[in-house]
């Protein structure tokens, strides 16, 4: 894939995360007191959306390993813009339903799941760097589009809102998947004499792990990665609830979640410069190990403004972190055949924990108490690092026996 054509995809992926993926987290409060369906319906719609789309990503990666993802990127994107639309257009339970669940297919389709199998696709050698990068214009999708959302909501009202960055889904995102997934060829001599252009260059061979051995790993994967899918996705979700209920001040909150992105796409880009020195797996157990410690610093230095600056720091480094390594693990361990249907295997266990976290967060905030949510939070880093560390064992233990 030529360089310009790698970054364009990666302004589409802004796009696409900024008006499919935040969109609802902006508007949720205008939709619900205009249409008077409760937030906690709305949520409760979303989680069921994100479940019942989250079952498409077995079949999706399998789409993807045989022919491409072309076309599943460009109907993502028809299907978010229709989303869009149909949430602009909601009156109640029924059509707000039906409009998340496009939505949510919509992410399944054109965001993450199928970006990274399709690079390791296009470009096998240079995948790890390529889903770094691609994740550090995404980065900058809360930046760009949670005020770019809310003045379109002051300016015009949150229904044309959802109009125009529908339109924007599918003028900017389209137009960039049908020309950066083209399928590539060759001109040798004269313009009759056209072939196929060459695969990309393979990745150094992957020595693939016994049929047990795989098994184990795959679900220890799973359980890692819907762990913290769990954690980042609650505290996106419930920041401000879980900090005003330990005593930070509102303006303090507000401080805190803009420090978290800056620290996400700072380590975003360190990993893209420096990343290949250390083995993907390696970066996980330290990525959880670190979530965990910025967990405790939360719970127990809050309100303290110092403590949870370095909550959000770390919190911020952590999840940029994440979303790099919940895709060059797999492909670190099992290589880029069949990388799309194991992402999307492994991603029904992380929709399921991202559907479940908000109402269980908000569930033990009521009942328990936010420091009681951190620690359920610390705990679930601490699973998946154990998680983590017994794939490094399982892994190790093949490689020496080999």
Known sequence: MPLLHFMLVGCAQLVGIGTI????AVISPALSRDTGVSLAMVFGLLSSAMLTAGLLGPTLGRQIDRGGARGILIAGSVMGALGLVGLSAAQGVAS????????QIGSQMALYETI???????DAAGARRRIATVTLFGGFASTVFWPVTGLLSDWFGWRQALMVLAALELAVCIPIYVVAFAPRRQVLGTSSDIRPAEPAAALPAVEPLPRRAALQVGILLAIAIAAMSFVFNAIELTFAALFASLGAAPGTIIAIAAMKGPASVIARAAELIAGERVHPLTKGIAMTAGMALSLVIGAFGAPNPIALWVFAMLLG????????VRGTIPLALFGAGGFGELLGRIGIARQMAIA???AVTAFVIDHAGADHALGLMAVLSLVALVALAAVARIVAGVRAAA
């Open 317 to 324: 480094t952590t999840q940029g972190l994440f979303s790099i």
């Open 356 to 358: 479940s976290a908000p």
């Open 21 to 24: 993926y935040f969109t609802i």
């Open 116 to 122: 990274f199998p399709a690079l390791a696709k296009v």
């Open 96 to 103: 707000i339903g039906l409009s998340l669940l496009a939505l």
